[in-house]
């Protein structure tokens, strides 16, 4: 491939996912200032690239028009993934295979579904190799459930739903299938379970959440149906999870203020409550490789549930970490950090940082809070716990977390609530979110009201 010449946008955004898997990518770039006022982003190429892969040396390679209202001198840092290309190259929703069929059923449970994908518009890409062009959104991962192949996704853009059957009975789905949805890097996992001359389907997600699919012998369409239903949102929905840190937080701000003072002293009580789940380990299960790849395409160092965040300003909210130990929250930057802006147009959240800190990404769903804060000032905090109250509004699909489908879909609830600054609103399959005038006011109305239990459905 030649850079002598200005490329196009297929090539560009081939070469930069290219770039995202080679085995030490450096996937940073800087933003600099040039001398006409306008910013121009420079990206790093690929550094080590393997014998007979592509190179090139760095240079700036898309015009950049994006209005960034950070001070002109901010040096910013540049996090780049699959997904600012994404709609550069994403024409129709398209899926594809990987893995080996292990069993009749698992051949009768890809034709089912072939045939229901495709009378739905979805277009199967039998060989992603010789299409680099495209972008595939859903990848169905057939894996022995004892020894789950992962599946290295090329952009965070697609979503692995990994299918496992199990020939022996499973006391516990959640225990037994969370370690394989893990360890095939899936977002989502199909968990069969056979005995004799029946099956039960279950999903397992990344939420910790699990629910099973009904089959009635002869009825394989509507079974297709349902397993459908279930996996459009996955193949639809959009992740809005990068983050681009500006080193730009006011001095005063380094140690945190009373608000974040506020932030981790509810993190605590949620902890004694109980209601924050263990992370899930990934490091401990994932061989190095496999970690080192998440955390290049997703930021992530590990797998924690819920997150919580309080208002500083009128556009600005302090919010957890991602991945971080809640009953510890101290440092800025590390442990919580500053929202000030979603940047629609490049899809990502931008945040305040120390200068001398090493950031870390703010929880996933910083979107679901921005759209929250944003549009009802009288919101002070909000909690997002994983678990559950009776009565409750609640979504009707599960969107992964982090998606913005999600954020709007809990977002069009609190707008429906009597008093949106005091929203309880269910996630389906996943948990709760909880708005406030402040942390306290929200903690008076939960108290003893919490169902640890999450309903499936
Ligand atoms: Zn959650």
């Known amino acids: 491939m030649s850079f002598g010449r200005r490329l196009g946008w297929r090539e560009t955004a081939y070469a930069v996912l290219t770039c995202l898997i080679g085995e030490d990518a450096l996937v940073t770039a800087a933003f600099t200032q040039n001398e006409t006022g306008n910013d121009t982003r420079n990206r790093a190429g690929c550094a080590g690239t393997k014998p007979g892969s592509q190179h090139w040396s760095p240079r700036p390679l898309l015009p950049l028009q994006t ?27 398209t899926y594809s295979m990987s893995g080996t069929l292990h069993s009749d059923w ?41 020894s789950p192949r992962p599946f290295r996704r090329k952009a965070q853009a697609t979503y692995v739903v990994t299918v496992a059957v199990s020939d ?25 379970i056979r005995q004799a001359d029946r099956f039960d389907t279950y999903f397992v997600t990344l939420e910790q959440g699990y629910y099973k699919v009904p089959y009635e012998p002869g009825q394989d369409d509507a079974y297709f149906e349902r397993i459908f239903e279930r996996l459009e949102p996955l193949a639809t929905s959009n992740l809005i999870i990068d983050n681009e840190f500006h080193p730009d937080l006011p001095e005063e701000l380094w140690e945190g203020d009373e608000i974040t003072a506020q932030v981790s002293e509810a993190a605590k009580k949620i902890e004694a409550m109980n209601l924050w789940p263990a992370p899930f380990p990934i490091q401990d299960i994932l061989p190095p490789e496999d970690f080192r790849h998440v955390k290049r395409l997703y930021g992530i160092g590990g797998l924690s549930y819920g997150n919580l965040s309080a208002r500083k300003d009128g556009r600005r909210f302090w919010m957890s970490a991602s991945g971080v130990n809640k009953a510890n929250l101290r440092k800025i930057g590390e442990d919580i950090l500053l929202i000030k802006n979603f940047d629609a147009e490049r899809k990502l ?5 120390p200068p001398h800190v090493q950031p870390r990404r703010v929880s996933v769903d910083a979107i679901e809070h921005w759209m929250i804060y944003s549009e009802h000032p009288s919101v002070g905090a909000i909690v997002h716990i994983h678990a559950w109250m009776d009565g409750v509004p609640s979504t009707q699909i599960n969107y992964p977390c982090g998606t913005i489908e999600l954020a709007k879909a809990v977002a069009d609830l609190v707008r429906q609530a009597d008093d949106p600054s005091r929203a309880i609103i269910g996630l389906k399959n996943h948990g709760l979110t909880i708005t406030g005038p402040d942390l306290e006011d929200i903690f008076e109305r939960i108290e003893g009201r919490i169902i640890p239990q999450v309903p499936m459905s």
């Open 67 to 93: 209005g960034l209202s950070a001070p002109a001198s901010a040096r910013r840092r540049w996090l780049v993934d699959g997904e600012e290309f994404r709609r550069y190259v994403y024409t129709m929703t």
């Open 349 to 353: 959240m931008e945040l305040s940082v």
């Open 168 to 192: 022996e009975p499973v006391v516990d789905v959640l225990r037994a299938g969370y370690p394989i949805l893990v360890r095939a890097l899936s977002n989502l996992l199909i968990y069969v």
């Open 106 to 146: 698992e051949h009768w449970f890809l034709n089912g579904l072939h045939n229901k994908l495709q009378s739905r518009g979805y277009r199967f890409v039998e060989q992603p190799d010789l299409e680099p062009d495209t972008d595939v959104r859903l990848v169905l991962n057939f894996v022995d459930p004892k």
